[in-house]
Nanobody, 121 residues
């Protein structure tokens, strides 16, 4: 059973900061890549930032230098620290966890329920 639970989000003024947190419960699975995606209504969900089990981060160009991703391998959490927020960062943010069953090779992606981030200009 895999559960992905997000917290954080809300309303913030442009230029402000906000942090999102995500905890993954995945008994019997290895958590591979954890990350954050975002989606604006009517558009495709896009990657914001991700970090592999080995610690390699990927940051989307439009948030590079403003957002940071941090993972705790013991607590199975991944946080997204967002600074210098812009109105175009407004979206629903989703936590993602790619897992692999112990001894298996197939990877499956699980999603959180999403949390709204609204940046007012």
């Amino acid at each position: 059973q895999v559960q992905v639970v997000e917290s954080g989000g809300g309303l913030v003024q442009a230029g402000g900061s906000l942090s999102l947190s995500c905890v993954v419960s995945a008994s019997g699975f290895t958590i591979e890549t954890m990350g954050w995606y975002r989606q604006v209504p009517g558009t495709q969900r896009e990657l914001v930032a991700a970090i592999t089990r080995g610690g390699t981060p990927t940051i989307e160009d439009s948030v590079l230098g403003r957002f940071a991703i941090a993972r705790d391998w013991v607590k199975n959490t991944v946080n997204l620290h967002m600074t210098s927020l812009k109105s175009e960062d407004t979206a629903v943010y989703y936590c993602s966890a790619e897992v692999r069953r112990y001894g298996g090779t197939d990877r499956v992606n699980y999603w959180g329920q999403g949390t709204q981030v609204t940046v007012s200009s």
